[in-house]
């Protein structure tokens, strides 16, 4: 990504985009298009007329959590953000400490055997890393029902860009669905936020289809640019089967957001067929991986130096990446999960010529 990119502060969206003026709902935001190094800039609400019929989408389904709950070290204030439940039972978080703006900042986890004591009495009892060698997250130990704490006392992660707590419902999207052993993800699968049920029943209409998949992302801090960690993923039967129908038809297969790029190429084998999965996924996708499947994305727009403009730049290639961004720098695009989003789409082929035998 070219490093002269910077984005100015005011250009972070601070509430969200039914905050931002009377008459306003969710899909009051704007969308850059690009095909290829070509952009366009649309409303969201357009997104019914900029695909086409036969277009697959795939969506992520998974709820998003109050992910954060505070606490206390010792005499210490902390917050902790919670990111994923292992499968053994112990929980991997992040710890944090207040900034004195109703936000935080990053603190150092551990060492082993440090113990936060959150509301209720439930203590989390540091035991390891989730990286050999990492100090963001650790896997804890709870000694009560940490789910049932966040749904008491939790609240939705943000960060220091935007302007006060939202209520979790600004969190959800059209497409969350609620899992019945509580499971979700830590921060909003954003990309699918513009969505309405009027916006989706208008692109129902156009012929544009859906394939539901799951992907519980973890925390993703705004001041950390590592790879992604292992999440949670599942890919129903029924999604796949969508999915390589699609291709066999040369239909668009779209993903919205990164988390759906993820969990459909995590699925996808070696002979280039989708099939049913769930587990774990480790997968990070880059220009040298590439990309099997999707053939474009919906995204938001993300900090030059963050590490998922690598999957874009797999999915698109840099040029289109870098000429986009530019073009959303100077159209003053909004940035982060309340933002603008980012269509891309595969470069426009030239339609054939019909000579009739007499082109020269």
Do not use: K
């Not at 609400?45 to 959590?65: F, I, K, M, Q």
């Not at 997250?137 to 029902?145: H, K, N, Q, T």
């Not at 419902?169 to 909003?188: H, I, K, N, R, W």
């Amino acid at each position: 990504m070219t490093v002269a990119l910077r984005v100015p502060e005011e250009l972070s969206a601070r509430v969200p985009a039914e905050e931002r003026g009377p008459g306003r709902d969710r899909a009051s935001v704007r969308l850059l298009v690009s095909h290829g190094t070509e952009v366009a800039h649309h409303r969201f609400t357009e997104l019914p007329s900029v695909l086409r019929a036969g277009d697959l989408l795939v969506v992520n389904t998974s709820p998003t959590l109050a992910a954060a709950v505070d606490g206390t070290l010792g005499h210490a204030r902390v917050v902790v953000h919670v990111s994923t439940r292992g499968d053994d039972g112990r929980w991997a978080v992040e710890l944090r400490e207040p900034d004195g703006r109703g936000t935080t900042r990053p603190r150092a986890g551990g060492p082993a055997g440090s113990v936060v004591v959150l509301p209720g009495g439930v203590r989390l009892v540091y035991e390891e890393p989730l990286v050999a060698g990492g100090e963001r997250l650790w896997w804890v130990r709870a000694s009560g029902d940490l789910a049932a704490v966040l749904g008491r006392y939790g609240r939705a992660i943000r960060y220091a860009y935007t302007e006060r707590d939202q209520p979790l419902a600004a969190y959800q999207t059209v497409f969350a669905l609620p899992y019945a052993d509580g499971a979700g993800s830590a921060e909003m699968p954003s990309a699918a936020r513009p969505f309405t049920e009027a916006v989706v029943s208008r692109l129902v209409s156009r012929g544009v289809q859906f394939a539901p998949i799951t992907l519980h992302t973890g925390v993703a801090s705004a001041e950390s640019h590592e790879p992604p960690y292992a999440e949670r993923f599942e890919v129903p039967e029924a999604s796949a089967r969508l999915i390589n129908a699609a291709r066999a038809a040369g239909q668009n297969v779209i993903a919205v957001g990164t988390t759906a790029v993820r969990a459909v190429e995590s699925a996808v084998g070696v002979d280039g067929v989708v099939r049913a999965a769930r587990g774990w996924t480790e997968l990070v996708v880059t220009p040298e991986r590439g990309v099997r499947v999707v053939d474009g994305l919906l995204t938001g727009l993300h900090e030059p130096e963050a590490s998922h403009l690598l999957m874009l730049e797999a999915v698109a290639g840099r040029a289109a990446v870098d000429r986009a961004y530019e073009a959303a720098l100077r159209g003053r695009y909004l940035w982060h999960e309340f933002g603008d989003v980012h269509l891309i789409l595969p470069e426009e082929r030239p339609h054939a010529t019909h000579c009739n035998g007499n082109c020269a």
